[in-house]
């Protein structure tokens, strides 16, 4: 069993370290943990993983230290000829029906994909929230660069403090490598809440709404839960009744909560 870490917040106060552990193919599980340093953070993922995966066997399993994840660039080279997958083969299509011949009902979706799709709508008996970003990416983000310039004139960073900071935000240097309009509207909100002269060093990494999105879904589908259930839970514990409707901070508060149902919950 190897395990990996992945970083998902830090600020002055805190750090967020996801830990998931694989298999020979397959993931086994996932935890979040907290902690002042980053370290503190993943040790306590580690034992939150062991902790879920002793109660599911007989004996206590150890997981080691888990290797850091590498962050590809989102630029990256395509493979040369000799190295590219070979690509599927093409299906046959399927002979089409006569006319009038009774269609074969197509079957219901999993009840976790419907139910993560519930909690992701917003109410319709409550007032909706918009959310954090634009529904559709805009085809031109020149007012985003520009307001990135700005931001980065008030704090008083130059271009190479810039690319040192996205390249442990992001895993690259440069603002025009962000393929997601979702990233880089993380990375402007991130640097409208930086003070001027706040240094590279000290400066919190934006949270990814994707990122973040995506590991909720694993944990509710781990938890095996119902969109009702998922959706009470949410009112209860934040006050919304759909994650779009939750800020960045919130979606992490969400998925520590969820984190915390997956250690209590017995095997």
């Given amino acids: 069993m190897r395990t990996q870490a992945q970083l998902c917040h830090i600020d002055a106060n805190r750090c967020v370290v996801l830990v998931t552990a694989y298999g ?26 062991n902790d879920r995966f002793s109660n599911a066997s007989d004996g206590p399993v150890r997981l080691s230290k888990a290797e850091p994840v590498k962050r590809l660039p989102a630029n990256a080279p395509e493979l040369p000829p000799d190295e590219a997958p070979t690509p599927e083969p093409l299906e046959t299509p399927e002979t089409p029906k006569p006319q009038g ?13 419907a139910m993560q799709a519930e909690l992701m709508m917003p109410s ?22 520009a307001a990135v310039d700005l931001e980065l004139q008030r704090i008083g960073w130059d271009r190479e403090q810039e690319r040192s900071y996205l390249e442990r935000a992001f895993g690259h240097g440069s603002r025009h490598k962000l393929t997601r309009y979702s990233d880089l509207i993380a990375y402007i909100k991130r640097l409208k809440a930086l003070e001027p002269g706040t240094s590279v060093e000290a400066a919190p990494v934006p949270l990814r709404r994707a990122d973040l999105i995506t590991q909720g879904d694993q944990m509710l589908q781990t938890l095996q839960w119902s969109g009702e259930q998922a959706r009470s839970f949410l009112q209860q514990e934040l006050g919304a009744t759909s994650r779009q409707s939750l800020s960045d901070e919130q979606l992490l508060t969400f998925n520590m909560l969820l984190e915390n149902q997956l250690v209590n919950t017995p095997a």
Avoid: H
């Fill in 101 to 113: 011949a009774p269609s074969t009902p197509a079957p219901p979706k999993a009840t976790n994909d």
């Fill in 124 to 145: 319709t008996s409550a007032e909706s929230s918009p959310p954090s970003e634009a529904p559709t990416d805009p085809e031109d983000w020149s007012d985003e660069l």
């Fill in 24 to 49: 020979e193919t397959d993931v086994m599980g996932s935890a979040l943990g907290e902690g002042a340093t980053a370290e503190q953070a993943e040790d306590r993922a580690l034992q939150r993983l």
